[in-house]
């Protein structure tokens, strides 16, 4: 077999060994092609060599574009370390051989027991390549001595400083997680170079250079667990507890139960209690405005039990701690606060609060002077002391302390009595207001201020519009008074007489009764309209109508043919003659007419026809001529009769009878 084929050959059988032996979480499986000679990972591809005298690897673990492996069974391959199962690779079967558990270094072949993150295991010797999550590197004490040692032995345990997780000469960082403190990286090129729920991310090494290192992924927890090293080697950090007031820092480290909790205490703001509460290295350090005040109270109030303000619910009290109890609050005075050696609270520079006085003074510390003080301003309200005040000629003024229980404007003395001027005298806000009273409530009182002269007109109308009333006004309250008059009144109606002052008979009410006296309008006058007006009396009003007349003999008129005429009205007088009569006749026309008017008509005339109307009847007889059988209804005249003086047209009856002779 050439040397070729014996290399491809154990490289298998070796690759063959590793597959049974624990590897790095998530780390890729080394493959090897029998054909070519060579070995590959996924990460990269190292070419066989003999040469194994510089021999390097990266702490990624991925192999150096100069190294070469030997042919001692360690050439080229990844190695994924012994597993539980104690299946050895090509360094031997366990126990003793590369990566077999071990206790210490009597129990390897190798004659090295090495710490690693999956336990103790026995050390493999390496020209440049490892299995996942080993790397390999020289740990001899001067003599070159490459093993495969773990790279992420000291991942995720606490840690300070970048020496803390740096063992074996892996790079490893300090890597800081935050308020939980800082936590050992490990080197990487990518994502896959680290465990799961791992991350290959950017970290700053001690020169400020950017470098890969394995780190938990945010949202998958931001403690670690400890290894069986970190508990053993018993590694610590700080952790910080931060808040408004500062920040609180106290070590966490590994022991036999695991990570400890942070014990940092939550900042707070700094009072007198010889700590030092917000963390900042100084005690009783208080801030500038802590408050400080002396209060005082007065003998009143709940007095239930406190012992601090807010245990006192009624409005106004505080809480007496010298007492104990709650009492109505006088006022705080503020003063600058101190500690004692003690820690206790000193307030110095404050006063002692008091009731307010009218003194130009806030005696009771409530930032406010002589606030309980105050001047009506009218229509500008309660004016405090200070204020500006004063209206009209006392414009200008000031509320000003009188005394040291009242408020006045200091500018009052201006005012005097109201003149019509246009100014306002009496420092009340108005003008002219009261210049021209006259004391009379029933007048309005009324100036002119350019001509400084004063008119009072009557402002009240006390006229009840009732005739039998005497009406007048109280010039004190301005009320009507509308008293009861006896006698003759006028009720307004033109067409009473005698009207006099009375109860009215339904109402009660005296008021003016109307007269039973009544106008005579008559004027005899066909031509007007003769009516009483109530507003203007007796009116005769010209009409423009007909009278009616007739000049015949009044036994005659509308008797026959005769009928009245007219006469027409004008301006109230008749005009002209009678038209349109008709008057009697000296004799009769003989046209069935009554002419002369007398009720008979044609009287002396001839008769020329019969007109007969037959109501129904039947007719039968015999003449000598004709046998007459006849139904007759009524009818006109009917038949004609000749051969005499007259011709006559009959009725039908009479013309029979003219046939019948």
């Known amino acids: ?128 390549t490892c299995a996942s999550g080993y790397t390999c590197k020289d740990i001899g004490d001067g003599t070159p001595l490459f093993y495969c040692v773990s790279s992420q032995l000291t991942l995720c345990s606490p840690c300070q400083f970048n020496s803390d997780c740096q063992v074996n000469g892996v790079t490893s960082l300090c890597v800081d997680y935050g308020a939980e403190g800082k936590f050992c990286g490990s ?11 791992y991350t290959c991310a950017d970290e700053k090494d001690g020169a400020g250079k950017t470098v890969k290192q394995c780190k938990r992924k945010e949202g998958k927890g931001q403690t670690c667990a400890c290894s069986d090293w970190a508990k053993a080697s018993g590694l610590e950090t700080e952790c910080v507890t931060s808040n408004e007031f500062g920040s609180c820092k106290a070590k966490r480290k590994c022991d036999s139960a695991g990570l400890t909790k942070c014990a940092a205490k939550t900042p707070a703001s700094e009072v007198c209690n010889t700590l030092d509460d917000d963390c900042d290295g100084k005690t009783d350090n208080l801030a500038k405005d802590f408050p400080c005040t002396i209060k005082a109270f007065e003998d009143s109030g709940s007095k239930s039990a406190c012992k601090a303000d807010g245990d006192c619910k009624t409005s106004g009290e505080a809480c007496d701690t010298g007492s104990g109890t709650c009492k109505k609050l006088i006022g705080s005075c503020p003063g600058k606060a101190a500690c004692s050696d003690k820690g206790a609270l000193l307030c110095t520079g404050a006063a002692t609060p008091k009731p307010e006085v009218c003194n130009n003074t806030d005696d009771d510390c409530d930032g406010k002077t002589d606030e309980d003080f105050a001047w009506d301003g009218g229509a500008a309200g309660k004016l405090i002391v200070g204020q500006a005040c004063g209206v009209g000629v006392c414009a200008g003024g000031k509320v000003a302390c009188d005394g040291t229980t009242k408020a006045i404007c200091d500018s009052l003395g201006k005012s005097g009595k109201e003149s019509c001027d246009g100014l306002d ?64 009144c006028d009720d307004g109606n033109a067409c009473t007489a005698s009207d006099k002052c009375g109860k009215h008979p339904t109402t009660g009410k005296f008021t003016c009764l109307p007269g039973t006296d009544k106008p005579k309008c008559d004027d005899s006058n066909p031509c007007t309209d003769d009516i009483c007006d109530t507003q203007k009396g007796c009116q005769n009003k010209p009409n423009s109508g007909t009278q009616p007349c007739y ?57 020329k026809a019969v007109k007969v109307t037959f109501a129904n009847a039947r007719v039968a007889g015999k003449s000598g001529k004709l046998d007459v059988d006849i139904l007759v209804g009524q009818s006109g005249a009917v038949g004609t009769s000749s051969g005499s003086k007259y011709n006559l047209r009959l009725g039908f009856l009479a013309w029979l009878k003219t046939l019948a002779k």
């Not at 080229?76 to 210490?104: L, M, R, V, W």
């Open 1 to 128: 077999m050439n040397s070729a084929s014996f290399r491809t050959l154990a490289t298998l059988i070796l690759l063959g060994a590793l597959s049974g032996c624990g590897g790095d979480e998530g780390g890729s499986k080394p493959t090897a092609t029998a054909d070519t000679g060579t070995a590959s990972e996924d990460t990269g591809e190292g070419e066989v060599s003999d040469n194994t005298d510089t021999a390097t690897q990266d702490d990624a673990g991925g192999a150096q574009d100069s190294g070469a492996a030997s042919d001692t069974g360690s050439s080229g391959q990844t190695d994924g370390g012994a597993s539980d199962a104690g299946t050895a690779d090509a360094g031997g079967a366990c126990p003793g051989g590369d990566n077999c558990p071990c206790t210490d270094n009597g129990a390897c072949n190798s004659g090295i027991c090495l710490d690693t993150h999956e336990g103790k295991r026995c050390a493999k010797k390496c020209t440049d």
């Open 187 to 197: 080197p990487c090129k990518a994502d896959a170079d680290c465990p799961t729920d």
């Open 425 to 488: 005298n009496d420092c009340n806000g108005k003008k002219d207001d009261a210049a021209c009273e006259d004391n009379d409530a029933c007048t309005e009182d009324i100036c002119d201020a350019t001509a400084k002269t004063c008119s009072n007109k009557a402002k009240v109308d006390c006229d009840d519009n009732n005739v039998c009333t005497n009406d007048s006004c109280d010039k004190i309250t301005a009320k009507c008074i509308n008293s009861d008059h006896q006698g003759s």
């Open 551 to 607: 000049t015949g003999a009044k036994d005659t008129k509308n008797v026959g043919e005769c009928k009245e005429g007219k006469s027409l009205c004008k301006d109230g007088k008749l005009q002209g003659a009678c038209t349109d009569e008709v008057t009697p006749k000296a004799k009769e026309l003989c046209d069935g007419k009554d002419h002369t008017c007398n009720g008979v008509k044609d009287e002396g005339c001839a008769p």
